[in-house]
């Protein structure tokens, strides 16, 4: 088993010092961690502050870029958790959501939060991507 950290170079960078991807290799496949993504800019700032359905669609776009950055795409999640500091809003998520992830939905977990780590983030995401071993 081989176990890669790493910030892609194309994709949003972390607003700290973490890794954005943990890649476990396995029997020629993959599965991908993708940390938690909030809505920010190229300047870290939080954008659309307390706009749930802009930041909700801007956080499935940072999480497909991280996942292309790695061969993969939204369509290879596998587990979803939302963190969401409004439940009552969860309807708007759930519209981007479903916008992004078309198919069948993915093992999912949502919960509400008090706050996240930037004032004005209303919604934090992270997920789980599986990768078949590819032929040849």
Do not use: C, H
Not at 72 to 99: G, H, K, Q
Not at 114 to 131: D, K, N, T
Request: zero cysteines.
């Amino acid at each position: 088993m081989n176990v890669t950290l790493r910030n892609p170079e194309n994709a949003p960078r972390p607003a700290g010092p973490y890794s954005q991807v943990g890649r476990v290799e396995l029997g020629g496949g993959a599965l991908l961690f993708v940390s938690g993504q909030v809505a920010l800019d190229e300047a870290g700032e939080v954008v659309a502050p307390g706009d749930m359905a802009v930041q909700s669609r801007e956080v499935m776009r940072s999480l497909d870029a991280l996942l292309r950055a790695e061969g993969a795409t939204l369509a290879d999640v596998v587990s979803i958790r939302t963190f969401l500091t409004d439940m009552s809003r969860l309807p708007e998520y759930a519209a981007a959501r479903r916008e992004f992830l078309p198919g069948t939905p993915p093992t999912s977990t949502t919960v509400e939060v008090s706050a996240l780590f930037r004032p004005g983030a209303v919604i934090e995401v992270e997920v789980v991507a599986a990768l078949p071993a590819r032929a040849g």
